[in-house]
């Protein structure tokens, strides 16, 4: 994803049929009370050194972004032989280098672990990390990739199955008391989770837009639904289906530094992400008005992929130009 254009956000889990989504934040999203938005910067583990991810994080976490977030591929969808960091091995080394900044995935594919070994890698993660784990998780989104390295074929549906019962051993483990667990796919007896999650709840995430498959684990696992840039078109739609779930959303940025460099930010925003929808470019008076518009209409977080990659520049910029207008937004 990193330097060109891809057909799909790397790490969303959702197979459903994609609708193209919208240069500016449109007129679509419910109006609901909102507290104060969260920032995260997606840095996707591919095409940057672990020094650079980890300067950006570090950076990030200075000037104030609330989390940052990985992707989850064996190779990247679209540059196989591009070296791609293990997302679970990273997270773990930025939770090690950091103090206050949360750390997730957008998100983990479900059939690359065990339940019972996610369970203890992300209690483990966020024993040690004091507590700042966020566990985005999906059912996986790349037939292809799964199919490569041993994980398929498995029609959608099966996957979606397998996550369900992923989500219902989580809890289980996560309450550090014996259990049995009697599923279609998985079964255990006797069990235990020790050490549990420093937080009363790790908070889950699950991203997509299929009404039929994502939706509904959504509305009864999820704390909150990310909703990714091909499917805020159906937002008003598809927000009954999430219950509870509190909303995210994902946006490619293009950030100006000034008038003189708007046109160039948002051709190349368009020219690396246009294909994932939800793109946001322009100066930063533009791009405030575009994300506070969504907080006024129930949005609580942002996952943000900038189309400069995170320079320390632009992450510092947003920070200071940008996020104070959006978080007024709920004033």
Not at 205 to 226: R, S, Y
Request: overall charge negative; hydrophobic content about 40%.
């Amino acid at each position: 994803m990193v330097g060109q254009a891809q057909s799909a956000w790397p790490g969303q889990c959702d197979s459903s049929s994609r609708d193209g989504g919208p240069e500016l934040a449109p007129e679509w999203l419910s109006s609901t009370s909102v507290g104060e938005p969260w920032f995260g910067i997606y840095l996707p583990q591919l095409r940057m050194s672990f020094d650079r991810i980890l300067e950006r994080t570090l950076t990030a976490e200075a000037a104030g972004f609330d989390s940052v977030w990985l992707m989850d591929h064996f190779t990247a969808p679209a540059a196989p032989e591009v070296d791609t960091f293990e997302g679970f091995t990273v997270a773990t080394a930025l939770a090690a280098r950091t103090s206050t900044i949360r750390v997730g995935h957008l998100v983990l594919c479900d059939p690359f672990r065990h339940p019972v070994l996610l369970a203890k890698m992300a209690a483990t993660l966020d024993v040690i990390s004091g507590g700042r784990l966020e566990l985005g998780i999906g059912w996986g989104s790349v037939p292809a990739e799964l199919e490569t390295y041993g994980f398929g074929p498995e029609p959608p549906a099966t996957r979606a199955a397998k996550l369900r019962e992923t989500l219902e051993i989580l809890e289980l483990m996560f309450a550090g008391e014996t259990f049995d667990y009697h599923g279609v796919h998985y079964e255990l007896r006797r069990a235990i989770g020790r050490p549990v999650p420093q937080q009363t709840r790790v908070p889950v995430h699950i991203g997509g837009g299929g009404p039929k498959l994502t939706m509904p684990l959504v509305e009864e696992f999820a704390d909150w639904w990310n909703c990714p840039g091909y499917a805020l078109p159906r937002i008003d739609e598809l927000r009954p289906r999430a219950g509870a779930a509190r909303i995210s959303t994902q946006h490619p940025i293009g950030l100006a530094a000034g008038g003189g460099t708007r046109d160039e930010v948002i051709a190349t925003a368009h020219r690396r992400f246009g294909s994932w929808g939800g793109v946001i470019a322009g100066t930063a008076g533009e791009v405030g008005a575009a994300l506070a518009d969504e907080v006024s209409r129930g949005v609580e977080g942002f996952v943000l992929q900038f189309s400069d990659f995170g320079t320390p520049e632009t992450i510092q910029r947003f920070m200071t130009d940008v996020a104070p207008a959006v978080r007024a937004a709920t004033g």
